[in-house]
């Protein structure tokens, strides 16, 4: 499915117009600060650079001529010293060091600064040395000593609006580009979840957009290809289904004829050949069973659920664990706690699920002992709790015991949890809950709880 692009840009165009705004907002700021500078030139709130040069000028003859000196003439912003015809200074605003660079003047030994001074000879035959500089001024004195410099004021000002608009212009940037990197984050994040069954939402960037078109198309791929992997799976389990079914009849020929065989008198040897033949049978058809098993788990269309009865239910189930353990003369202890009248399930998954756990425990505990059979209700669940007398889970059975088609030849190998619990705990999820395994505290035995919601 293509991606319907709506007013979609480039990151070049994006950029761009992010740059122009910042350009736009630089160029009005400099615009006011020099408008507001020219305006407190015009109204006389700051002097011009050359004010005290020409201020000079027009009070020259006065500063030459004056008896006594008025200091009250020297403009505004300058420094002055009076030097007697020794060199004495006799009045001065100046600072010891302005002093000293001014008599390196008058000697000529210093020269850099010379357009910073003006020398008057008095009538007096005085010598009044001037300080200005050309630069700019604020009107107010106050203003003046605290920022002595207009033009270095304007610059600083300038330069921290600089710092300031780009900082705003990156942050919106940066939110403009985590909001249409949105939809890019949610799509991975619902194929890492395996969740394809999500929209597409386009970007205003036309580069997003194109990552989206490949994630799309991905989605797509991964779609298709889980449901091919699917169908597989189950035509692979039919044809396993199939099979087993089909191998079944003639074992169970095979078997009949064997048990017939067996019942007739023949010698010792073809007994013992028979024997071995019917053993082998018995075990085929174990290992058919667990096919059938695991292709009848997970197949939605064979799991029925219907309302039963929970004491018929629990009923057959003991009758049958009884069977079980009267062959190894083991004793089964059962206890109901306020169970309810129905239960709405799967009653044949489910009566093999238990049945299963109960034959495990019975395969793997010893003669004369003790299976503990439990059944509680509890807030809509419905659990079954079996407690053997056993070797127990050993680690990796603990860990790996409901995987399917695990073994394990030290301990509680076969279909314990082989293709067993495996079985049993598809059918717990199916039914909304789950299979817990684990061993008795005293380390006598294992402990299988199966525990499953009512659901109607």
Aim: aromatic share 10%; hydrophobic share 40%.
């Amino acid at each position: 499915m293509e991606i319907k692009e709506s007013k979609a840009v480039s990151f070049y165009m994006l950029f761009l117009r992010y740059l122009a705004v910042f350009c736009a907002i630089m160029i009005l700021i400099v615009t006011v600060i020099l408008s507001g500078f020219y305006y407190a030139l015009e109204n006389g709130s700051i002097l011009p650079a050359n004010y005290a040069e020409q201020a000079l000028l027009k009070v020259e003859n006065q500063l030459i001529q004056s008896e006594p000196f008025d200091q009250s003439l020297i403009p505004f912003s300058c420094t002055y010293v009076l030097l007697s015809k020794t060199g004495d200074v006799q009045s001065s605003n100046m600072t010891e060091e302005e002093i000293s660079r001014v008599k390196e003047f008058l000697s000529g030994s210093f020269n850099t600064l010379s357009g910073q001074f003006k020398l008057i000879r008095r009538n007096d035959e005085s010598d009044l040395i001037i300080k200005y500089d050309i630069l700019a001024h604020f009107s107010s004195p106050k203003l003046h000593r605290l920022f002595p410099k207009p033009e270095l004021l304007a610059i600083i000002f300038s330069f921290v609006c600089f710092i300031l608009i780009a900082f705003v212009i990156a942050f919106k940037f940066s939110r403009k580009l985590k909001i249409e990197l949105a939809p890019i984050i949610k799509a991975a994040d619902s194929i890492r979840e395996k969740d394809l069954d999500f929209q597409i939402v386009p970007t205003k960037i036309r580069e997003l957009n194109t990552v989206l078109q490949s994630i799309n198309e991905l989605k797509t791929a991964l779609s298709d290809s889980l449901n091919q992997q699917w169908n597989m799976e189950q035509s692979k389990k039919t044809q396993i289904s199939a099979i087993a079914h089909d191998i079944k009849t003639p074992l169970t020929i095979i078997k009949g004829n064997t048990e017939l065989l067996l019942e007739s008198e023949l010698p010792q040897a073809d007994q013992e050949l028979l024997q071995y033949i019917q053993t082998s049978s018995g075990r085929i058809e174990n290992y058919i069973e667990l096919l059938m098993s695991t292709t009848m788990v997970t197949d939605s269309v064979d799991f029925q659920k219907h309302t039963f009865s929970i004491q018929g239910f629990l009923s057959e189930i003991e009758k049958q664990a009884k069977a079980l353990c009267h062959v190894k003369k083991i004793t089964l202890h059962t206890e109901r706690n306020m169970l309810p009248e129905t239960f709405y399930g799967d009653e044949l998954l489910l009566s093999r699920a238990v049945l299963n756990i109960l034959n495990n425990a019975v395969e793997f505990s010893s003669y004369e002992s003790d299976i503990q059979f439990k059944v509680t209700w509890n807030d809509e669940e419905l659990s079954f709790i079996v407690s053997d007398r056993g070797k127990g889970f050993s680690a990796a059975g603990l860990k790996n015991a409901t995987t399917e088609f695990f073994t394990e030849q030290t301990a509680r190998s076969g279909k314990h949890y082989g293709m067993g619990l495996y079985f049993t705990k598809s059918v717990a999820q199916k039914h909304g809950g789950q299979l817990k395994i684990g061993n008795q505290r005293d380390g006598g035995g294992a402990v299988v709880t199966l525990t499953i919601k009512n659901r109607p």
